[in-house]
């Protein structure tokens, strides 16, 4: 997949000098996840660093051995004030236990199932859920199912990365993005990796150079 996207995306001489740059894309897909765990992690991290997210779904699992991902049945019914002693506010405790009961109703489907759904089908499923938008499934999509073609044009690093490839005064709209990034598809995962990578070379280039 990723040789045929490179070729593709190297038909646009900004992509091309950015991919000699980065290099070959590193998606880091999850497989052996299921949607359910990758939303429940994803609930974790909103509005933190990773490394706080991260401590936080360790003492998370801790509730629950032997080591593996708690089922929903259990976390529904852990106490509240176990939840929050790992660091969970009330509102993702909340959104928590709203994507226990949509995986236990079915709404949350298994990996074999969500093969059967496109992505505008699970966007439009998941994002009913409590705490779940468009954004959250989008990262669904890329990194835990391995969609190819998605493109999250509400994200600021995506929009951002385009800003500075094609050295821009602002950021483009997602909507006129969506609409640039026609273009890129089916390859539009690949496409926001590198606008990603983008992004972060902009920041690193920015930052101030320490002096001995």
Do not use: N
């Not at 496109?118 to 989008?138: A, F, K, N, Q, Y």
């Amino acid at each position: 997949m990723s040789e045929a996207a490179l070729r593709h995306l190297r038909r646009d001489k900004k992509f091309a000098a950015l991919i000699e740059r980065v290099g070959a894309p590193h998606l880091g897909i999850q497989r052996g996840r299921s949607p359910y765990e990758a939303l429940m992690r994803a609930i974790a991290h909103q509005q933190l660093h990773g490394r706080a997210a991260l401590a936080i779904l360790a003492r998370f699992e801790a509730l629950y051995p032997p080591a593996g991902f708690p089922t929903p049945e259990r976390v529904l019914a852990t106490q509240e004030t176990d939840l929050r002693a790992c660091g969970l506010s009330g509102s993702k405790i909340a959104a928590m236990r709203a994507i226990c009961a949509a995986t236990l109703d079915g709404t949350v489907p298994t990996r074999r199932g969500s093969a059967r759904l496109s992505d505008g089908e699970l966007i439009e499923r998941l994002s009913t859920i409590r705490g779940v938008g468009r954004w959250t499934v989008e990262m669904l999509l890329i990194f835990t199912l391995g969609r190819p073609d998605v493109l999250p044009v509400d994200d600021f690093g995506v929009r951002d990365g385009y800003k500075v490839l094609y050295r821009l005064d602002e950021q483009p709209k997602p909507k006129v993005l969506a609409e640039i990034g026609l273009a890129w598809s089916p390859h539009r995962s690949i496409a926001s990796w590198y606008l990603w990578r983008a992004s972060e070379e902009a920041r690193r280039l920015k930052q101030p150079t320490s002096r001995a």
